[in-house]
């Protein structure tokens, strides 16, 4: 694979020989531009080969459509030098022409900017069955504006872009290639309406950063919980700003178990992704030759017609969510699994987590939770490691398959614990329960969610006054502006599925209250989500929510509130006839919405039923 700064050399002989020499497919990748460096790199490359009789295949990797002009164009030079042909990786072509291409043409040009998607392309093509294809529709994590409304709604637009590409225009199988948050389930989500052989292999998780103030190791939760001891004083902005250039030195996934890291770690544990697709760096080449394998075990789902739903079943599913309360992933796990299980036809509901976390031990406090990161885990053995700790008390279905073709119990055989102190034996587990819980009460009749494993233990039982607020916005505003106190138990409601819509997640007033040195005293509840690297007594997911006139709508300041995590209770001191008499009087607050967000709000369910749209009668 060359870099896209060797187009500037390509004209050059000593270049094109170098390449022709040592290469067959010789792939270069970059975003391909309208100008004459491509045409004098296929004539180099086409002249090079004539004159020594080389049979090497040069491959422009690039965003191309089959109807651009610039790809056209490209073509025409190439027919105009007598060249094979071309192809263009984008389902506008069937499987047995890309064999017969393959074999005839001197020029791919390939549909994609990214080495990562390049690798499995070749080695496909090693197997003569180059079937792959590639979804990109994604809402990057939109912090502290109105944007943060389409990030979990994106996800759906995900899982519908790629049904809809690969019906109109169908592949034999696919290579899914997520990272960020919503992208791994959505299109989990799109592999299961899908049913073809298709495999994912993550872009994969940073390196942790390092604090400029203590020289401890950070990632992203430390520096948004700086901006909350940087406004109370305790750090100063000089010091703020340069651990911000620190905190995520590389690229990837943020390296803590937030949620992109969670949910890929959980692909792995579903069988949807080879053994490290969670937990190998994105900067290590140990990443590069997962994809190469990638590629090769997508071509042996297709001869052995091995497909999503072979895979995603109700039993890995179950797998999933028992691996989530060892690793003690994100909450919004809790949002993801019971999607991917309504596409499956599999009623998931939110309090099995409850039974599973009873049985299943927290064996790792990764970032949030405690000091260690994504590469201290795949160090330790990885999700593999994890998964052979519970398996050997018989908390998981090893008959299960997985994209390699073998069972769980096969492909964890080999796998062990490298680093006790990362991945806590079962003997010596941080708690005999699981990650997660799920709440229920007064308050939230239909359930919430916690993330046990990140709250300190004096606040696994709480009882305080309600400071009520109608939006995020003015939360932040009263935590910043010195206004919350110890005890106090945050509510901030309207910012569910509907209400938000899009139920944004609630890292600010969450890092902000740790910053401020309230962690260990204050608890914040929401309607809305947070996101993976949110710690303390965060209670979210509350379901019904207010825009429905759930329980939560119907708080007043100063209401007590009281949380019993270890108990799953989470009730409003407030007698019934109190609540009847408010619901009453009670009206929704209607906010003013269009497009993309007005059709979501019509159509999305419940937080506990995973936020999936109403089918439509």
Not at 62 to 77: K, V
Not at 365 to 393: Q, S, W
């Given at each position: 694979i060359i870099p896209m700064s060797d187009y500037d050399k390509a004209p050059d002989k000593s270049v094109v020989k170098k390449?022709?020499?040592?290469?067959?497919?010789?792939?270069?990748?970059?975003?391909?531009?309208?100008?004459?460096?491509?045409?004098?790199?296929?004539?180099?490359?086409?002249?090079?080969?004539?004159?020594?009789?080389?049979?090497?295949?040069?491959?422009?990797?690039?965003?191309?459509?089959?109807?651009?002009?610039?790809?056209?164009?490209?073509?025409?030079?190439?027919?105009?030098?007598?060249?094979?042909?071309t192809v263009i990786f984008t389902g506008h072509i069937k499987f047995d022409q890309i064999l017969a291409y393959y074999k005839t043409a001197d020029v791919f040009l390939c549909m994609s900017e990214h080495e990562g998607f390049c690798v499995p392309i070749v080695e496909a093509m090693k197997f003569k069955v180059p079937i792959i294809a590639y979804g990109r529709a994604a809402v990057p994590e939109a912090m502290n504006h109105?944007?943060?409304?389409?990030?979990?709604?994106?996800?759906?637009?995900?899982?519908?872009?790629?049904?809809?590409?690969?019906?109109?225009?169908?592949?034999?199988a696919i290579v899914f290639i997520p990272n960020c948050d919503k992208i791994v389930p959505g299109m989990l989500l799109a592999a299961c309406r899908l049913n073809l052989p298709c495999i994912f292999i993550s872009g994969g998780p940073m390196l942790p950063g390092k604090s400029t103030e203590t020289t401890n190791r950070i990632g992203l939760s430390e520096q948004f919980e700086y901006v909350g001891a940087n406004a109370v004083g305790k750090m100063s902005d000089e010091n703020l700003e340069s651990c911000a250039f620190t905190a995520c030195p590389t690229c990837g996934s943020c390296s803590g178990m937030y949620t992109a890291n969670s949910m890929n770690c959980l692909t792995e544990a579903l069988g949807m992704g080879l053994r490290g697709n969670g937990t190998i760096p994105a900067v290590y080449s140990e990443r590069i030759k997962l994809a190469k394998h990638a590629g090769m075990a997508v071509m042996d789902m297709v001869n052995k017609g091995i497909t999503a739903r072979d895979i995603i079943?109700?039993?890995?599913?179950?797998n999933a969510l028992t691996v989530d309360m060892a690793l003690g992933c994100s909450t919004n796990s809790m949002l993801h699994l019971p999607a991917i299980a309504h596409e499956i036809g599999f009623d998931f509901d939110i309090k099995f987590a409850n039974p599973i976390s009873e049985k299943t031990p927290n064996?790792?406090?990764?970032?949030?939770?405690?000091?260690?990161?994504?590469?201290?885990?795949?160090?330790?053995?990885?999700?593999?490691?994890?998964?052979?700790?519970?398996?050997?008390?018989g908390l998981l279905n090893t008959d299960c398959m997985t994209v390699s073709g073998k069972t769980v119990g096969e492909c964890i055989a080999t796998a062990y614990n490298r680093n006790p102190e990362v991945i806590r034996t079962v003997d010596n587990a941080y708690s005999k329960t699981g990650g997660l819980a799920v709440l229920s009460g007064n308050l939230a009749p239909d359930g919430s969610v916690v993330k046990r494993s990140a709250v300190v233990p004096e606040m696994l039982v709480h009882e305080g006054p309600a400071r009520v607020f109608d939006s995020e916005e003015d939360a932040i505003a009263a935590i910043k502006g010195g206004k919350i106190v110890e005890g106090d138990v945050v509510v901030i409601r309207y910012e569910g599925p509907k209400g938000g819509p899009g139920m944004r997640e609630m890292l600010n007033p969450t890092s902000a209250i740790a910053g401020m040195g309230l962690g260990s005293s204050v608890a914040l509840i929401t309607d809305g989500r947070f996101s993976g690297a949110s710690r303390g007594a965060s209670i979210g997911h509350v379901s019904p929510e207010a825009a429905v006139g759930g329980p939560i709508a119907l708080v007043e300041e100063g209401d007590i509130i009281s949380i019993d995590i270890d108990n799953h209770s989470l009730n409003l001191?407030?007698?019934?006839?109190?609540?009847?008499?408010?619901?009453?009087?009670w009206t929704p607050k209607k906010k003013e919405v269009s497009g993309y967000l007005a059709r979501y709000a019509a159509l999305v369910t419940s937080a506990d039923k995973g936020a999936v749209l109403k089918s439509v009668e």
């Open positions: 390449y022709c020499d040592d290469y067959v497919n010789i792939l270069f990748t970059g975003r391909i531009a309208p100008n004459k460096k491509q045409e004098n790199l296929i004539s180099a490359f086409y002249y090079y080969n004539r004159l020594y009789n080389k049979k090497s295949r040069l491959i422009l990797a690039g965003s191309f459509r089959y109807d651009d002009p610039y790809y056209i164009r490209l073509t025409e030079y190439t027919k105009k030098l007598g060249m094979g042909g109105k944007g943060m409304k389409y990030s979990l709604c994106s996800r759906e637009l995900i899982a519908d872009s790629i049904e809809v590409m690969l019906t109109a225009h169908p592949l034999d079943t109700k039993d890995s599913i179950m064996l790792c406090h990764l970032a949030p939770a405690g000091p260690t990161y994504m590469e201290d885990l795949n160090e330790a053995g990885g999700v593999y490691a994890v998964m052979k700790e519970l398996a050997d008390i001191k407030v007698s019934d006839e109190v609540l009847a008499e408010r619901k009453k009087n």
